[in-house]
């Protein structure tokens, strides 16, 4: 898995952990097959973290 965790965390309920796909390069045709297996928290993480860099971005880029 590309996030690293491979089972449980240790911390009861002791569940393994559920793994999707990120798109980490968008949905886009031309990236479809651009993927990585990753567990849903750390899913959520990235997203959360590519929002927050969109959202920088348009803050700081100048307006045309």
């Known amino acids: ?7 449980d965390d240790g911390v009861p309920p002791r569940k393994l952990r559920l793994h999707e796909y990120d798109h980490h390069k968008g949905y886009d045709a031309v990236n479809h097959l651009e993927v990585e297996c990753v567990c849903i928290p750390c899913h959520v993480d990235r997203e959360r973290q590519r929002r927050q860099e969109k959202q920088y971005h348009k803050y700081v880029s100048p307006a045309k």
Do not use: I, V
């Open 1 to 7: 898995m590309d996030c690293g965790h491979l089972g």
